[in-house]
Nanobody, 124 residues
Framework: QVQLVESGGGSVQAGGSLRLSCAAS????????MAWFRQAPGNEREFVAA????????YYVDSVKGRFTISRDNAKNTVYLQMNDLKFDDAGVYFC?????????????????WGQGTEVTVSS
């Protein structure tokens, strides 16, 4: 079983940057595809980015391409999300998820393990 703990959220002005971290314990994360999702109040959990087990491939929702970068350090059992040029629509609680499937997917229901989330607020 994997335990995930997100950190790095906070309040930032539009155009600013944040780096989120997801620290895992219990199992090596190289067993899993890792992803970031976000959820704004009243909305469903939305796919943001995913990375394959060895980091060889990454996937992003169109709205964050060119601004966000997902990465992983399997030696540290940690996944990161670098977020640049933040926009108001990027605000929400960001969750880290682990999926044992062979290929990535964008559906939150497919992810087996979740962290508690870290909140990102974007202000003017």
């Amino acid at each position: 079983q994997v335990q995930l703990v997100e950190s790095g959220g906070g309040s930032v002005q539009a155009g600013g940057s944040l780096r989120l971290s997801c620290a895992a314990s219990g199992e090596p994360i190289n067993n899993y595809i890792m992803a970031w999702f976000r959820q704004a109040p009243g909305n469903e959990r939305e796919f943001v980015a995913a990375i394959t087990r060895r980091g060889g491939a990454t996937y992003y929702v169109d709205s964050v391409k060119g601004r966000f970068t997902i990465s992983r350090d399997n030696a540290k059992n940690t996944v990161y999300l670098q977020m640049n040029d933040l926009k108001f629509d990027d605000a929400g609680v960001y969750f880290c998820g682990a999926d044992s499937a062979l290929t990535y997917n964008m559906y939150a229901r497919e992810y087996k393990y979740w962290g508690q989330g870290t909140e990102v607020t974007v202000s003017s």
